[in-house]
């Protein structure tokens, strides 16, 4: 396993990330907490060190699991969990009053007396920014938390609130959790520059695209089974999730990796979890599995590292179009140090 400083942070986190969003959840595509112990158990033994949940995975009971199947390991392991969502009213957002509340909750179902990175969970439009950044300090300095985190805001959302914590002295973000994938590029405009120069570590998220990049999809054929599968846990219509994602720009991805599956002997979600671990803005890749197979198929892409052709024949097939001003920068923004005439 290969280890990363978590952005501009003196912590080292693997580079394979153990998402538990599914654990504890009672339905055919949750993972039984017996066997989410023992997939938890199975990562650390393998060199994985950075556990991720959050507050109201499976209600809460995710954090339950990896708290129980982490209390003899406690020292071992860079957790992380979220705050955002909830119920109603004051039980969601990121008012102080929900913050300090979602905490000590999480401390209680995590056993533990303190998180390694807390992070907000999604952007509020009603409380201030510097409530949410002044509480979220106020945790570090009380040493509840160790490192704060920044999930699903917008760039310049991300941008301002990193300015009101250097101004104000707040500790500030490190790492950041976005979707990221081979078919999922999008962050590519700004996130990934941003990211690099605020020294923020990228721990993407779904990394096979919602499953689509683990080749059990194939051009032409139209899966029957949609509702088992992964790219059905996201909340909007499965068939409409699958249009989204079927496309032919995805399936020349597919194919790109094919190619690289047969010439190497790898499996398809290893070469897209490999392309994940070589982009530069990525600390840390979260990798959701169900199964302890699943997991040992995507711990071998902790050892597959690609070719600079391997990894430009992907880059190729998952380029981005083009857009205003990222195209007009490029073309005609270029600047050179030579000053020779």
């Known amino acids: ?5 978590l ?3 003196g912590l080292l986190v693997s580079d394979l990330c153990l998402g538990t969003m599914i654990f504890g959840e009672e339905n055919s595509r949750g993972t039984p ?3 989410a112990t023992a997939i938890i158990h199975r990562y650390l033994d393998a060199g994985g060190n950075h556990l991720d949940t959050a507050n109201v995975y499976a209600g809460g009971r995710s954090e339950e699991i990896v708290g129980q199947a982490i209390k003899d390991r406690r020292a071992q392991v860079v957790l992380a969990t979220k705050v955002r969502f909830g119920g109603e009213l004051n039980t969601q957002g990121l008012s102080r009053f929900h913050i300090l509340q979602a905490v000590e909750a999480s401390l209680k179902r995590l056993a533990t007396d303190y998180l390694d990175l807390y992070y907000v969970h999604c ?3 009603l409380t201030p920014l510097e409530e949410t950044l002044r509480a979220l300090d106020d945790l570090v300095t009380s ?3 160790r490192y704060i985190g920044v999930s699903n805001f917008k760039a310049w959302q991300l941008m301002k609130a990193l300015a009101v914590s250097d101004s104000n002295g707040y500790a500030r973000f490190v790492a950041g959790q976005y979707q990221y994938s081979l078919v999922k590029r999008d962050i590519e405009y700004e996130f990934t520059d941003l990211c690099l120069s605020e020294g923020v570590g990228i721990t993407p998220w779904s990394p096979l695209g919602g499953g689509f990049l683990s080749g059990k999809y194939k051009r032409g054929d139209r899966p029957q089974d ?3 599968g992964r790219i059905a846990m996201m909340p909007d219509d499965v068939e409409e999730a699958w249009d989204r994602r079927a496309t032919e720009r995805n399936w020349n991805v597919i194919e790109a990796i094919g190619q690289i599956v047969e010439a190497r002997g790898v499996t398809y979600s290893q070469v897209a979890l490999a392309w994940l671990r070589a982009q530069p803005a990525v600390s840390s890749t979260i990798i959701g599995v169900r ?5 040992e198929d995507n711990l071998g892409a902790a050892e597959l590292n690609l070719t600079g052709d391997e990894l430009q024949t992907l880059d190729q097939a998952s380029a981005l179009p083009e857009m205003y001003p990222y195209r007009f920068i490029q073309h005609y923004g270029y600047r050179t140090r030579n000053l020779n005439r």
């Open 226 to 228: 949609l509702d088992n």
């Open 143 to 145: 040493g509840k938390v």
């Open 1 to 5: 396993m290969k280890y990363n400083l």
């Open 7 to 9: 952005g501009r942070t």
């Open 123 to 125: 952007w509020d439009p």
């Open 33 to 35: 907490a017996d066997q």
């Open 291 to 295: 199964t302890m197979a699943q997991l």
